[in-house]
């Protein structure tokens, strides 16, 4: 299984998460990740212990449109690139959220990848704007005094190498503009 493949398997896991509680080795059952298992047990645990704050930072960028609004598909997309930007340093932010839109493109409602894409671009810019949130790019997790590694949260074992260090910034992004962004 390839890359942009696990990623459309956790997104359909995600997908039926909604509707029935289900384990993932129990979605796994008819599935061979190959090499990529430890990345969808990495990332949809991930998501799942992080569901409530990746909703919180997207609904707090999606002005005038609830995030419960959004359409199933498009908010579990959402939820998949958020994570990936903000927790997992050995996916570089343009990958995440070219993915994130070739799953619009594939699976997502007819405005959603621009909606996607603006959403997406929002949060790794914020990132961006806190440089003093030191992350490592090696995978590795972020990188402490003298090089130490923090334990990871309790949920899921991950590392919050991107999360920015306080609140969003400028313009944000709206379903109805097409995910242009507006001035507030």
Same mark, same amino acid.
């Given at each position: ?25 129990? +979605? +796994? ?6 090499? $990529? ?23 707090? =960028?999606?002005?005038? /449109?609830?995030?419960? =609004? ?42 959603? $990848? ?7 671009? =929002?949060? /790794? ?60």
């Amino acid at each position: 299984m390839h890359r942009r493949q696990a990623r459309e398997f956790i997104l359909a896991a995600l997908y039926q998460r909604e509707f029935r509680d289900v384990s993932l080795p129990e +979605l +796994l059952a008819d599935q061979d990740p190959g090499d $990529q298992l430890h990345y969808i047990e990495r990332v949809f645990s991930g998501i799942i212990a992080h569901r409530k704050e990746l909703d919180e930072k997207i609904g707090e =960028r999606t002005i005038g /449109w609830r995030f419960e =609004r959004l359409a199933f598909i498009d908010r579990n997309i959402l939820r998949l690139g958020t994570y990936e930007l903000l927790y997992l340093p050995e996916v570089p932010p343009e990958v995440a959220i070219d993915e994130a839109v070739e799953l619009c493109k594939k699976f997502g409602t007819e405005k959603a $990848q621009v909606f996607v894409n603006g959403i997406l671009d =929002r949060i /790794w810019k914020e990132t961006q704007a806190h440089p003093e949130a030191p992350f490592s790019d090696d995978g590795e997790g972020r990188a402490g005094a003298a090089g130490a590694q923090p334990d990871g949260c309790e949920d899921c074992g991950c590392l919050p190498e991107r999360l920015p260090l306080n609140g969003s910034i400028g313009a944000e992004t709206t379903p109805q503009d097409g995910g242009m962004e507006s001035d507030g």
